[in-house]
């Protein structure tokens, strides 16, 4: 029996570091060394990480990047190992490297570059042109880079039906939203049958900026089954033993090969096959691999909050810090934030500041407060209640004959935003600013005040989903973490007498849906009115969104969960007259 022992190295790269990133590889072979695996894969552009973005433009960027390839085919001795680099001949390429016994022995060259949603790889990249394949130990092997598999037909088709391939090997650098896992495996699934080929398909793990990459690497055989799975959000080296034979029998019960190489005249000459020396292996391998476990399937709020905590954590450790502050204020979206951090940084590396005003509820306190001792978490209290009145005392000349408005809202929270900040200069703390995705369309929000930090978590977090998270972190401790009164309390922003969210924005279970239709879907106001929803909402939020774009254009980055989030995936013009209703 032709049987392959396969390792999809997962693994969590920094872009631009690269000789870390090469370190691991080298690392992740030695591993994959030690069960006697044939072949181990790493993700797409593993050497430089993902996206390298204009690091690309430089060219001493990706001549460092070879030299750092050259390190990992050095370390390859034994194996055979594929991994993501940037190709460079009279342009630059994202490629794979495949390596054998300490040599490289070919390249390929990524056929389909995306150039929608957060990919701009047309940008950088050439396409490559050659199809090739490779046979080791009896099996024929072709070798694919991420959208050259989500794209049905070539280069996949060409090394399955004219190369003979019987494993389709993917890297990939996928990123994470919502119920993506599902979509993947689906598309997967829907290859491998129709080629009758197994697929080993090695997805990046990590944050990188706005960006989750999430894992969830697979293995699936001819008939479109999971074999092997790696864990979502963690690196991993996920090894299977793959059996090659199964495929020529399937393959001999479908004649739908046989009819598409007569109908269209293919030729497997067309192809380029590179034929791999069998190694040596100084001991016998191990015993056969246990059956892969069965993962279960992550709820939509365990998986979203795991990507919080991959996103939030590896952007606070690869940009240099070790803790955070937060403005804490008492209500939902603060406290889910201040969990988020607690669980990826630990609680003794964040900060909650509660900054009263004279709006300040007692609730408010007293919910801050039990937030951060369930937490573990340090809480300071700075009053801002003199600072305002002493801003208002200033600008009384300035304003004279003018009513208060929510300019003095405003300060209130720009007055705040000075604190973090100083507080962020003095002890080397990253701010965490707390906007989540409904505020943020409606540019309920203030600039230089709650929009002020480096990173904002719930950034692309619809509000009625933060209270679903809220509630989801809850059920993980026998005692609630985040008070229940914060849950059950009317959201407000606390800057004036009575004030509620409602007195600005519709009711969120109103206005989440119309956001989802108008920013993730592109729906037309028409489009909307039909789906149900109140015309004059509609109309209202089209012209909100878009007069708010000049203030999201300004907000920091946060972690993608949605299927389209505000900046890279959604670029509107700041000058816009188009009225969309």
Not at 222 to 230: D, K, L, M
Request: charged share 25%.
């Amino acid at each position: 029996m032709a049987t392959l022992r396969i390792a999809l190295a997962q693994i969590n790269t920094t872009v631009g570091d690269l000789e870390g990133n090469a370190r691991k590889i080298v690392d992740y072979i030695e591993r994959a060394r030690k069960v006697k695996a044939d072949i181990v894969v790493f993700p797409e552009l593993a050497v430089t990480g993902y996206p390298p973005e204009d690091l690309l433009l430089k060219p001493s960027f990706v001549k460092a990047n070879l030299r750092a390839l050259d390190k990992i085919i050095e370390a390859a001795k034994g194996i055979t190992a594929v991994t993501g680099f940037v190709d460079l001949e009279d342009d630059i390429y994202n490629a794979a490297a495949i390596i054998h016994d300490g040599k490289l022995i070919y390249k390929h060259r990524k056929v389909h570059l995306p150039n929608y949603g957060v990919f701009d790889e047309l940008r950088y990249f050439q396409p490559g042109s050659e199809r090739s394949v490779f046979s080791i130990n009896g099996a024929v092997i072709g070798v694919t880079i991420c959208e050259d598999i989500w794209q049905p037909g070539d280069p996949v088709e060409a090394q399955a039906l004219d190369g003979g391939a019987e494993l389709i090997i993917n890297i990939s650098a996928s990123p994470y939203h919502a119920g993506k896992g599902k979509d993947r495996a689906r598309m997967l699934a829907t290859r491998a049958v129709d080629y009758r080929a197994k697929i080993a398909y090695c997805n990046l793990v990590g944050g990188q900026d706005e960006l989750v990459f999430d894992g969830q690497s697979f293995i699936f055989n001819q008939r479109g089954e999971i074999e092997a799975e790696g864990e979502q959000f963690e690196e991993a080296l996920v090894v299977a033993d793959v059996d090659i034979d199964g495929v020529f029998g399937a393959r001999l019960q479908d004649p739908r090969r046989r009819l598409a190489k007569v109908m269209e005249g293919r030729d497997s000459r067309c192809l380029k096959r590179y034929d791999l020396p069998a190694l040596k292996k100084a001991e016998a391998k191990l015993a056969t691999l246990p059956a892969p476990e069965v993962r279960p399937e992550l709820s939509r709020a365990e998986e979203v909050y795991r990507a919080l905590l991959l996103g939030t954590g590896d952007y606070v450790h690869k940009n240099g810090f070790n803790a955070v502050v937060i403005g804490l204020s008492g209500g939902v979206d603060s406290s889910l934030m201040a969990t988020v951090a607690a669980d990826t940084l630990g609680a003794e590396n964040v900060t909650g500041v509660f900054m009263p005003s004279p709006f300040s509820s007692v609730a408010s306190r007293e919910d801050a407060e039990a937030l951060a001792a369930n937490l573990g978490m340090r809480l300071l209290t700075i009053p801002i209640t003199n600072l305002f009145e002493k801003f208002k005392a200033e600008l009384a000349e300035a304003f004279a004959g003018r009513e208060a408005d929510v300019t003095e809202e405003n300060v209130q929270a720009r007055i705040r935003g000075i604190l973090l900040m100083a507080l962020s200069n003095k002890f080397g703390w990253l701010v965490l600013s707390t906007g989540n995705k409904s505020e943020m369309s409606m540019g309920y929000c203030t600039l230089y005040g709650d929009m002020v930090g480096g990173f904002s978590v719930l950034k692309d977090v619809p509000k009625t989903l933060v209270y679903k998270l809220a509630r989801f972190r809850n059920s993980l401790s026998d005692e609630a973490v985040i008070p229940e009164r914060v849950l059950t309390k009317a959201a407000t922003a606390e800057l004036r007498a009575g004030q509620l969210d409602t007195d600005s924005l519709p009711p969120y279970e109103v206005l989440d849906p119309i956001l989802k239709a108008y920013v993730e879907e592109d729906r037309s106001f028409e489009e909307m009115v039909e789906l149900g929803f109140d015309p004059d909402v509609v109309r209202r939020v089209i012209r909100t969104v878009d007069r708010n774009e000049y203030k999201r254009r300004q907000a920091p980055p946060g972690v993608k969960i949605t299927s389209r989030a505000f900046g890279k995936d959604r670029r509107l013009p700041i000058t816009n007259h188009y009225p969309g209703f």
